[in-house]
């Protein structure tokens, strides 16, 4: 029980981190919450200022969804999980596409993303003093 109580708490400060940074509303979800806590690399134990920035696909991201969190979602709306969420964060600079393969083509399987170093440094300081 401990662990569901932990995953809601981090799901709310991730919803409160979206909130902070202004992202449009449209982003303010549940599905764009996990996302920003995949690719920070946290779990409900984790603390914030031992945020990752892992490079991670978008079946990964929904992997840890499911492992972290308890959040199941069908693989046919990873479409849905890129084009909805994802998509959004790379044009608003909070995430890096294929960082490791800039050329990598847009509809390769192969994509990648990765948590940019600004949305890293401010994260590491939710719940402090200095947020």
């Known amino acids: 029980m401990a662990k569901r109580t932990q995953g809601a708490r981090r799901l709310a400060e991730a919803l409160a981190i979206l909130k902070a940074l202004s992202v449009p509303r449209?982003?303010?979800?549940?599905?764009s919450a996990l996302v920003l806590l995949a690719l920070l690399g946290m779990t409900p134990a984790k603390q914030w200022r031992s945020a990752e920035?892992?490079?991670?696909?978008?079946?990964?991201?929904?992997?840890?969804?499911?492992?972290?969190?308890?959040?199941?979602?069908?693989?046919?709306s990873r479409e849905t999980v890129r084009r909805f969420t994802v998509h959004?964060?790379?044009?608003?600079?909070?995430?890096?596409?294929?960082?490791?393969?800039?050329?990598?083509?847009?509809?390769?399987?192969?994509?990648?993303?990765?948590?940019a170093p600004a949305l890293l440094k401010l994260a590491r300081t939710y719940g402090s003093r200095r947020w």
């Open 88 to 115: 959004q964060f790379v044009q608003m600079g909070l995430v890096v596409a294929n960082p490791d393969d800039p050329g990598r083509p847009v509809n390769s399987p192969d994509n990648r993303y990765q948590a």
């Open 26 to 31: 449209e982003q303010q979800n549940e599905r």
């Open 53 to 76: 920035t892992p490079l991670l696909g978008i079946t990964e991201m929904m992997d840890l969804f499911r492992d972290h969190f308890g959040k199941r979602y069908a693989p046919n």
